[in-house]
């Protein structure tokens, strides 16, 4: 990510198409572990169905906290390899998406 304030139209589109794969990936991401997570629970043998959701409540906690977490992660050790700070506003925007993503 790159926050610039004033950005050239080619630096404009590559951060919207960067946007756009992040949030596809981790879409994409969270539609397999489901599909997953729902095989893991039907092959398990769940009898009530209150177990099952509070196994995907959990489950879907630490997939959203997995999603917020480790991007942040990888991005402090980039920008301090590079001697660069990741700033508020990005990590705002960042947690913005994937919580709305993971709603």
């Given at each position: 990510?790159a926050?610039?304030?004033?950005?050239?139209?080619?630096?404009?589109?590559l951060?919207?198409?960067?946007?756009?794969?992040?949030?596809a990936?981790?879409?994409?991401?969270?539609?397999?572990?489901?599909?997953?997570?729902?095989?893991?629970?039907?092959?398990?043998?769940?009898l009530?169905?209150?177990?099952?959701?509070?196994?995907?409540?959990?489950?879907?906690?630490?997939?959203?906290?997995?999603?917020?977490?480790?991007?942040?992660?990888?991005?402090a050790?980039?920008?301090?390899?590079?001697?660069?700070?990741?700033?508020?506003?990005?990590?705002?925007?960042?947690?913005?998406?994937?919580?709305?993503?993971?709603?």
């Amino acid at each position: 990510f790159a926050n610039l304030q004033r950005p050239s139209v080619e630096q404009f589109w590559l951060a919207q198409a960067e946007r756009g794969v992040v949030a596809a990936s981790a879409a994409i991401g969270n539609r397999l572990l489901v599909h997953v997570l729902r095989r893991a629970a039907a092959a398990s043998g769940f009898l009530q169905r209150v177990n099952e959701d509070s196994a995907f409540v959990v489950c879907a906690y630490c997939a959203c906290v997995l999603n917020s977490v480790v991007p942040l992660a990888i991005a402090a050790l980039v920008a301090a390899a590079d001697r660069v700070t990741v700033n508020g506003p990005l990590v705002v925007s960042w947690l913005f998406q994937v919580s709305w993503m993971c709603v």
